[in-house]
């Protein structure tokens, strides 16, 4: 899963600095960045601040950080076939 990096690429592509994006969220510049490395892992509370703030639900980006390792074997290649699709769609309907 790679949610930190999902949560930087849709603040990015709202313009928002992490500076403003933390203020925005109530939380550190530093808790923020560490979020979007992946180096720390945010509690759901602060999870669904960065959502709303995102204007992005949850299950969304959650969806939009799965990787190949997150899905069972046995289902992978039906990943690998419409995820693209889905992730397209997905960003389409939440773009700035």
């Known amino acids: 899963m790679n949610l930190g990096n999902v ?3 849709i603040r990015k592509q709202k313009g928002q600095t992490q500076t403003e994006f933390a ?17 720390k892992d945010p509690n759901l509370s602060t999870l669904k ?8 639900p949850l299950p969304i980006l959650f969806f939009l950080s799965l990787t190949q390792e ?5 289902k992978r290649e039906a990943f690998e ?3 693209p699709s889905v992730k397209s769609l ?5 773009a700035v």
Do not use: W
Request: aromatic residues 8%.
């Open 49 to 56: 601040t960065i959502s709303n703030n995102l204007g992005t």
């Open 23 to 39: 203020t925005l969220c109530g939380i550190t510049q530093t808790y923020l960045s560490q979020i979007e490395s992946n180096s």
């Open 90 to 94: 997905v960003n389409e309907f939440f």
């Open 70 to 74: 997150d899905i069972d074997p046995r």
């Open 7 to 9: 949560i930087k690429s």
């Open 81 to 83: 076939i419409i995820s």
